[in-house]
């Protein structure tokens, strides 16, 4: 994320001079606008992608582990004698 940062921070920015209409800074701020809500949507994606992705691989070693555990349970079970 920080190469991101980095990267999105090295981008030249044309800035309009001073002396253009306000319109051409309308446009120019909306067009900024437009690019750093497309960054905040990716990433987003991004963070919900990962967020999915460990949850799922959390689930699985969960399920794995309960399945290996009760295969072992049975397994080692005492004789009816001890119990």
Known sequence: MDSQLSSSRSRSIDLPKP???????????????????????????KLEEEIATSRLARMRRSQGSKTSSLDLCEYYSLPQSYS
């Open 19 to 45: 002396d253009t209409g306000l319109a051409e800074w309308t446009s120019k701020i909306k067009a900024m606008q437009r690019q750093v809500d497309a960054d905040d949507e990716a990433e987003q994606r």
